[in-house]
């Protein structure tokens, strides 16, 4: 069984400082953590889906304009 | 002319013949706008004198012995597309003051087709969300029942054409914005593949599955304007270099021997029942009409809902991130959790979202090999009054993310085209949609499939009473 523990709010204040320079209210933060909790079940299939070798489907190009 | 049905053939007929001008035409749709914006909020902001503007210079050119495929046609845009001089406000206080330099491509497009840009159409702010409630432009409220949600997030987009103020607007579709919409307020809404028409020019919400595409009363009108829109656009990489079919030549033929598919797990499972008799009545028609049923399974469908959530979040976050690091108070309060939490989101999860997109790409296609068409009801249930957060629906309530997006945001997914069309009414007065897909770059095939329908049917043709 997965980890369950939700994210939460300090979680949620320290990566924002740490990792995205950013200074976030703690309403804010709670509302975030919430929604990523919601977030989380939703992408527990897309987690059990075996991706091989498969690349992921990007659109770069090397030039701009590159067929 | 009966300006609420009015096509937009009936109007550059009566242009090109002189009988009327693109101005008196465009002073029609000024004043329905006015009449109807207290009431309904279609607009975020009225146009009048770049509407008066362009429609002497269409009058001009048809003077000047100019053929224009959309010659006097009034338009208008969602807010989140720019037009020269105007503010692009994406329905939001933090755009406010963002004024746009130039026109995007799909408004260049129209404007040089002979349309005639009238306003700004309200949305759901920054196109993420579904209901079309806007606390800095009004709540957008359904042309059925002004209690009621409109949907969105092309919330406006939908109004403006079910009033009859414009025969068409432009609106983006991400998870169903267009569709979502359209079938709300009894409308006609194109999305076309990922590709086929340019973003250029307009605020995005998720690069990669941001699709533009026409809102109107029709599927020939739909066809018209989607020949001018469609094509290749330098300012868009993303934009395919195949060549654009004569998609209203190509709706008249018959749709005898039509392959359609239906999956009843997902797609019909959980519907409001008069919802699900209307769409089953839509499917009876077309198969009257020579069309075959075939019973299809699309596989991957809760990867699909995951790998949309994976990919939309950080995108939006991406865009959103300097303005939520200075002005995120200024969001409204359903939007700002939303934004933030694509912040938080790990990257790993985005990169195996656009993984899984080939996956789901490559499993899909093979079952569209073996269909024309796939048809599904566009949403579970009818517009729902203002502040519900849940869907009634068989089986128990839902919420209200789930039941109005889970049957059209897959398709922004894997960038398949999918057109939304009326196919009846509720006993107590609300538009009902059917939704039907096709194979990348198949636009011809469901432009065809509707407009057959539509000549056989009058759903597209009711108007609420407020805009007789």
């Known amino acids: 069984m997965p980890d369950t523990r939700p994210i939460t709010t300090a979680t949620i204040e320290s990566m924002a400082t740490q ?22 079940a939703d992408m527990q299939a897309l987690r059990a889906l075996p991706l091989g070798d498969v690349e992921p489907a990007t659109t770069f190009a090397a030039a701009e304009g590159q067929p | 002319m009966n300006m609420p049905l009015t096509s937009c053939s009936e109007i550059t007929t ?93 408004v260049q497009k ?11 159409l309200n ?22 029942d002004p209690s009621r949600i409109a949907g969105g997030s092309s919330s406006g987009s939908a109004i403006a054409v079910a009033l009859g103020i ?44 941001d699709h533009v595409g026409p809102l109107t009363r029709t599927a020939a009108d739909a066809a018209l304007v989607l020949k001018v829109l469609a094509g290749t656009d330098p300012a868009d990489e993303t934009s395919s270099r195949r060549a654009v079919p004569d998609y209203p030549a190509e709706i008249s033929a ?35 009409l020579g069309a075959r049923q075939v019973e299809v399974n699309l596989p991957l469908l809760e990867e699909t809902l995951g790998a949309h959530r994976a990919i939309i979040f950080p995108e939006a976050s991406a865009f ?34 656009l993984r899984a997109r080939r996956i789901i790409r490559r499993e899909w296609a093979k079952v569209f090999e073996t ?30 993310v789930r039941a109005y997006l889970d049957l059209t945001l897959p398709f922004n997914l894997t960038g398949y085209p999918a057109i939304a069309l009326p196919c009846g009414f509720s006993r107590s007065g609300l538009p009902i949609g059917m939704q039907l897909v096709g194979q990348p770059f198949t636009e011809s095939v469901l432009l065809r499939t509707a407009h057959q329908y539509q000549q056989e049917t009058d759903w597209h043709t009711r108007i609420p009473t407020v805009a007789k």
């Open chain 1, 19 to 40: 990792f995205l320079g950013l200074t976030i209210s703690p309403a804010n933060a709670g509302a975030t953590a919430d929604m990523l909790n919601a977030l989380s």
């Open chain 2, 14 to 106: 009566a242009v090109h013949s002189q009988q009327r001008s693109a101005r008196d035409i465009v002073d029609a749709a000024l004043q329905r706008a006015e009449k109807f914006q207290d009431r309904f909020r279609a607009f975020t902001k009225i146009t009048p004198d770049i509407a008066r503007r362009q429609a002497a210079r269409v009058d001009e050119r048809i003077r000047n012995g100019e053929r224009l495929p959309l010659a006097g046609v009034p338009f208008a845009v969602k807010d989140l597309f720019d037009l020269e001089g105007t503010p692009t406000t994406y329905g939001a206080k933090v755009f406010a003051n963002r004024i746009a330099k130039s026109n995007a491509t799909a």
């Open chain 2, 110 to 120: 129209l404007i040089d087709a002979g349309g005639v840009c009238i306003g700004k």
């Open chain 2, 123 to 144: 949305l759901h702010e920054c196109a993420f969300g579904f209901t079309g409630e806007n606390p800095t432009f009004g709540n957008a409220r359904n042309p059925w």
């Open chain 2, 166 to 209: 414009c025969p068409v607007t432009l609106g983006s579709d991400t998870g169903g914005s267009i569709r979502q919409p359209s079938a709300l307020c009894g409308v006609t809404g194109l999305k076309p593949t990922y590709g086929r028409v340019s973003r250029a020019g307009g605020l995005p919400l998720s690069w990669t599955m």
């Open chain 2, 254 to 288: 018959r749709i005898r021997g039509l392959r359609i598919g239906v999956m009843h797990r997902w797609f019909f499972e959980g519907l409001d029942p008069e919802v699900a008799a209307a769409v089953t009545a839509g499917l009876d028609k077309l198969l009257s």
């Open chain 2, 320 to 353: 959103h991130r300097p303005f939520l690091e200075k002005q995120a108070a200024e969001y409204a309060d359903d939007i700002r959790p939303l934004l933030l939490s694509g912040l938080f989101m790990p990257a790993v999860n985005y990169l195996d979202a």
């Open chain 2, 371 to 400: 269909i024309d068409v796939f048809l599904t009801p566009t949403t579970p249930v009818t517009a729902t009054p203002f502040g519900a957060t849940m869907a009634e629906v068989p089986g128990g309530p839902k919420p209200l």
